[in-house]
C-alpha cells in the first residue's frame, strides 16, 4: 500500500482496482513462516494464554485464529447506510478485538487487519470516480487514545492496508467533540444524542469536497456513529459510499437512531 498525501486530482486509481489488489489472494512468504517460527519460541521463553479461549499457547492460538479465518462473505447489517462487517461480535472475533482495543494487545492488530480486508474490499467497489478513495477512520474520544496510547482503528487500517498494493488516501478527517462519553449502555436515542458530537476537522474540508470517502469503524451496533460521522463528512462536500466495520453488535429491543426496527444482517455476495 503506498500512502498518498496531498493533492490527489490527477490520480486514476479507482475503488474496483483497490477492491481487486485487497481481494488478491496471496501466497504465504517464507519470511511469515519464520515470523511463524519466531512466535513459537517466543511462546516458549514467555509463556502466554491465547485472548479467546485461554488455552497455553501464542496470544491467539492456532485453532482460535482458524476460527477467525474462516472464509464467509462480509455481513451488511440495516442501519440507514451501505455497511459491510466482517462477522458478528462474539467468539473468536470479540475476543480478539477486546484484547487489542482494551488490553493493550497491538501485536494482534496483524490479524484483525486481515479481517477488515473483507468489508473493505467490498466497500471499495463502490468507489467508481477517476480519484483514489479517500478512507477516514472513526475518531475515538481523547480521553480513550491517551489511556490505550493508540488511535486502535488507524492501526487496523494500517494492517488492512499493509503490503496490499492499494491507493488511497488516508485523512485523519474527524475529531469528537467535546462533551462526547463512550457509547457503552446507552440507549438507541442517548447513542444518537451523544454521536452527534462529532466535527470535521477545517483542515482537511479541502481536501475532502467532492471525494469519495468510506468510513472505518471497530464495531457497529446501532449505527448513530457511523450516521454521525457520515453526516458530517457529507456536509463539508465529501461523498461517503461505504461504512465498514470489523464487527456487528445486536442490541436486544433497540431501535436505529431512524426510529426504524434493527433488522437483521444480509450476507453479501
Known amino acids: 500500500m503506498r500512502r498518498i498525501a496531498g493533492d490527489l486530482s490527477t490520480d486514476r486509481s479507482n475503488g474496483s482496482a483497490a477492491a481487486a489488489s485487497l481481494r488478491q489472494d496471496r501466497s504465504v512468504s517464507i519470511i511469515a513462516k519464520f515470523r511463524g517460527v519466531g512466535l513459537d519460541l517466543l511462546a516458549l521463553l514467555w509463556p502466554t494464554t491465547c485472548v479467546s479461549c485461554g488455552d497455553a499457547d501464542r496470544e491467539c492460538c492456532l485453532p482460535c485464529r482458524v476460527e477467525l479465518r474462516r472464509s464467509a462473505p462480509p455481513l451488511q447489517p440495516e442501519i440507514g447506510a451501505p455497511c459491510f462487517v466482517r462477522g458478528a461480535y462474539e467468539g473468536p472475533l470479540r475476543a480478539v478485538l477486546v484484547a487489542f482495543k482494551h488490553g493493550g494487545r497491538t501485536g494482534l492488530g496483524r490479524e484483525l487487519g486481515a479481517q477488515l480486508r473483507v468489508p473493505l474490499a467490498a466497500a471499495l467497489t463502490r468507489c467508481r470516480g477517476p480519484a483514489a478513495p479517500v478512507i477516514v477512520a472513526a475518531p475515538s474520544r481523547r480521553s480513550s487514545t ?17 503490503g496490499q498494493g492499494v491507493r488511497v488516501l488516508r485523512i485523519a478527517a474527524l475529531r469528537a467533540a467535546r462533551g462526547r462519553r463512550s457509547q457503552v449502555g446507552l440507549s438507541a436515542d442517548e447513542r444518537a444524542r451523544n454521536a452527534r458530537r462529532v466535527r470535521v476537522r477545517a483542515s482537511r474540508r479541502a481536501v475532502l469536497r467532492g471525494r469519495e470517502v468510506v468510513l472505518v469503524d471497530d464495531v457497529i451496533t446501532t449505527g448513530a456513529t457511523a450516521l454521525a460521522c457520515r453526516d458530517a463528512l457529507e456536509a463539508a462536500g465529501a461523498n461517503v459510499v461505504a461504512v465498514v466495520a470489523l464487527c456487528h453488535a445486536r442490541r436486544r429491543d433497540t431501535r436505529e437512531a431512524s426510529g426504524r426496527p434493527a433488522g437483521p444482517p444480509r450476507v453479501v455476495g
Open 146 to 162: 491517551r489511556r490505550r496510547g493508540y488511535r486502535h482503528v488507524d492501526l487496523l487500517v494500517s494492517s488492512a492496508l499493509r
